[in-house]
């Protein structure tokens, strides 16, 4: 689902109201459903979080107010009539959701997708997090797309609190909710900072997400976020190769090298390590190292052409002198 409209509901009272009375009677909601049929929940009975900005949507204008909002909670200062014109489509009437998140990166913010589930989304509240949802308020033959921001819930009454239209606090049952969220894929959105990590997030969605801001030229941001990444999974190697990449390519080789210089120990049976340790030393001049770096990650991979590649190139500047006293010396299987 990559489409996002908001009808003017004023102008259809009729088809509404018969749509709300057919999702009442015919639509379910397995995951709230499934969620009262535990012996204990996830998360905390109730949370609301009272201090998220709201901002009044004007007509079509739902994605621009649901974004403000979600970046106003990061106290980044932005008008829904700001964000407009970035996101808003004239033609369609209505925001679409990567338009939404594209604009979220221009402010150096992760747009991070959660898990389509309820369980995502109540972590996520109950950690502090506001949810920007996308919701069908209509039917699957007549859709009325929504973006509205959940705030908050109560597991006792069973009620979700969201930031919706001109309404501050919309209250509606967590199943009218999951009815009218589950026509959107369960689609959900946090805006965070890219060194705090969402509870729920999973390693391959965030590095994507950090990757994302780099591609918009969020450089800071994505380092932050790629940061973030090898603090959290310092297992995972494309997290490592993500940040001394993006150093390497900004001409930052001297941390780029104090990275590798650290992790290589952890690392030295990744030959792709190898070969972008290589690039990483000959750019800093270190063109002996450079080609033995070439050489350990060829050991690994002998039919690589990359790194046949990669060792013909180091080898026509491994007679160079070395002189930096920073080059190090080293072994393809470290202590």
Not at 94 to 101: D, I, R, T
Not at 157 to 175: A, E, N, P, Y
Not at 232 to 254: C, R
């Amino acid at each position: 689902m990559n489409l996002s409209f908001n009808i003017d509901t004023r102008l259809l009272p009729g088809v509404l109201l018969l749509s709300f009375l057919l999702l009442s009677g015919c639509a379910t909601a397995p995951q709230t459903k499934a969620l009262y049929e535990r012996s204990s929940m996830p998360v905390k009975p109730t949370v609301e979080l009272t201090d998220v900005p709201f901002f009044p949507q004007e007509k079509y204008q739902c994605g621009p107010a649901a974004l403000a909002t979600v970046l106003n909670y990061q106290k980044i200062k932005v008008s829904p009539d700001t964000l407009t014109p970035s996101i808003y489509v004239p033609e369609r009437q209505g925001s679409f959701q990567l338009e939404v998140m594209a604009a979220a990166r221009q402010y150096g913010q992760v747009a991070y997708v959660i898990n389509p589930s309820m369980d995502a989304l109540l972590k996520e509240v109950e950690a502090g997090n506001p949810v920007l949802v996308l919701q069908n308020l209509g039917l699957e033959s007549y859709p009325v797309w929504h973006f509205s921001v959940v705030v908050g819930y109560d597991l006792a009454s069973s009620t979700m609190t969201l930031r919706s239209g001109t309404t501050r606090r919309w209250q509606t049952s967590l199943s009218n909710f999951e009815q009218t969220w589950l026509r959107s894929d369960y689609w959900g959105l946090v805006v965070t900072d890219p060194s705090r990590l969402p509870p729920t997030a999973e390693y391959s969605v965030w590095l994507k997400a950090a990757y994302d801001l780099e591609s918009v030229q969020q450089f800071r941001a994505a380092e932050k976020a790629y940061l973030t990444a090898t603090r959290t999974w310092p297992e995972q190697k494309n997290a490592w190769l993500a940040l001394t990449n993006l150093y390497y390519q900004q001409g930052q080789t001297a941390k780029a090298l104090e990275v590798f210089s650290s992790i290589m120990s952890d690392f030295s049976k990744s030959a792709e390590m190898w070969n972008n340790y290589a690039y990483v030393l000959q750019a800093e001049g270190c063109h002996k190292a450079a080609f033995k770096a070439a050489q350990c990650g060829l050991k690994l991979s002998p039919n690589d052409l990359n790194l046949q590649a990669t060792l013909a190139e180091m080898r026509s500047n491994s007679t160079l002198l070395s002189s930096q006293r920073h080059c190090p010396i080293l072994k393809c299987k470290p202590k």
